[in-house]
């Protein structure tokens, strides 16, 4: 685009004022919202620094962004759809009850047309800085969206519509139904040979080894390996959010099982990667087998009927009302109707409402500074993926990887909903 050229060459913009000083009110309603019982007296969660310099309801001239006219023209071209994917946020201080700052935009890019799972769409970037009374940076951030062609309103009890159906079904036949069974009961089940003894994945009608029709099955560990992957980009696959890595894995009893590999990005997974089996509920009546690294937070869901089990040692789960969605966008001062309309959300092919980037970034802060305690926060860094609808849960783990680095996920029903990277400053 000849424009987003322009805009990109064209550098930071001047200095935009906030529309309001900081202040206790609005601090209360965001940490209310968030439940987040942190003690912010007299500075702001570092999080909410994007709540700032959000417009509101009602816009001002002064307030247009560095990339509206990008984001217009694509409206104009079809691509009403919009979501956010990427935010990365760095913190120089907190800011201050009574401080009124002012924000600079400058625009990042523009890339696509790209086929995603959403539909077609471009993937637009600015940049944003925040500036004390003194022009003193105190944050940073990294934003992105896409804009999209929403597809035709799924009818009701189909994926995406109300019900939330998978689209991608098994064929269950007469010699993989006691597989499903078994994945439906929270088991592995592996095909043997009766008379030999064999194990055979994937199932069929007669054993390679002595071609006995007779059979039976074991259950399988769920421990193996991953023997060969790859991560997925392209086509698109209903009801998935690329890149997500897809692996062969090698089970300790021999027999090689395909599944994705959930709980960490896709390109931390590796040949050789000891994997566990995790059960991922796609919707009311399909369950999938999965894997997860075996040193992974256990998974906040199983396939198991109903199996009590206790949350992840650490984790934060955040039931997903559609109270929260609706208050935690307002809190945040994000007015967008998917957050808010159930009927626009369907409109533009989404199964809800569904939770905002504000409210997701909020909720890792809060999951940090509860899980790393007295620590000051110098950087998040959030991934989106699968949608966190009204209705489900959203279950927050994480992960040390240094004294200063936290890695979270934030997992729903049908997929991780973000990845999230963590920095704290440097103790003195």
């Known amino acids: 685009m000849a424009l987003a050229g322009r805009l990109e060459a064209a550098g930071e913009g001047p200095p935009l004022p906030c529309p309001d000083p900081v202040n206790a009110a609005m601090i209360r309603n965001w940490t209310q919202a968030l439940g987040d ?46 979501v956010a994917t990427n935010c990365d946020q760095a913190y120089d201080r907190c800011v201050k009850v009574g401080e009124q700052l002012s924000t600079r935009m400058r625009f990042g890019g523009v890339t696509g047309p790209k086929r995603t799972a959403m539909g077609e769409g471009y993937f637009v970037t600015w940049h944003q800085t925040w500036y004390d009374e003194n022009d003193e940076r105190v944050a940073e951030m990294l934003f992105r969206v896409l804009k999209f062609k929403p597809g035709p309103r799924p009818p009701a009890g189909s994926a995406g519509g109300t019900g939330g159906r998978y689209p991608l079904r098994p064929a269950i036949g007469q010699d993989t139904a006691f597989f499903w069974d078994g994945v439906n009961a929270g088991e592995l089940r592996i095909q043997r040979c009766a008379d030999c ?3 055979r994945h994937p199932p069929g009608p007669m054993c390679p080894e002595c071609h006995s029709p007779n059979r039976d099955y074991v259950v399988a560990s769920g421990r193996g ?71 992974a937070p256990p998974p906040p869901v199983t396939a198991a009927e109903p199996v009590e089990e206790e949350p992840a040692s650490g984790g934060l789960e955040i039931e997903l009302t559609p109270t929260f969605i609706i208050s935690t966008a307002i809190a945040t001062r994000d007015f967008m109707p998917v957050h808010h309309d159930p009927a626009q959300a369907r409109a533009q092919g989404s199964q809800d ?68 990277t963590v920095r704290f400053r440097e103790a003195g």
Request: aromatic share 6%.
């Open 353 to 420: 409402i569904f939770v905002n980037i504000l409210t997701s970034i909020g909720l890792v802060q809060r999951y940090a500074l509860e899980t790393v305690r007295d620590a000051t926060l110098e950087s998040i860094e959030v991934r989106l993926g699968a949608p966190a609808y009204a209705g489900d849960t959203l279950t927050l783990t994480g992960d040390r990887v240094d004294d200063r680095t936290l890695r979270v996920r934030g997992a729903v029903s049908i997929g991780d909903h973000l990845t999230a």
């Open 197 to 199: 003894g064999t194990l």
């Open 37 to 82: 019982t942190g003690a912010w007296d007299d500075v702001a969660p570092p999080a909410m620094i994007q709540v700032w310099s959000m417009p509101g309801l009602v816009r001002r001239p002064d307030q247009r962004g560095a990339a509206d006219d990008v984001l217009a023209m694509l409206d104009a071209a079809g691509y009403t759809g919009i």
């Open 225 to 295: 390996e991953v023997h060969s992957y790859v991560v997925h980009h392209h086509p698109p696959v209903p009801g998935r959010t690329p890149p997500y890595a897809v692996a062969v894995v090698e089970l300790e009893e021999g027999v090689r099982v395909v599944g994705n590999v959930n709980g960490c990005p896709p390109d931390e997974v590796r040949v050789g990667m000891p994997v566990r089996l995790v059960f991922e509920r796609m919707d009311d009546e399909l369950v999938l087998p999965q894997w997860t690294p075996a040193d």
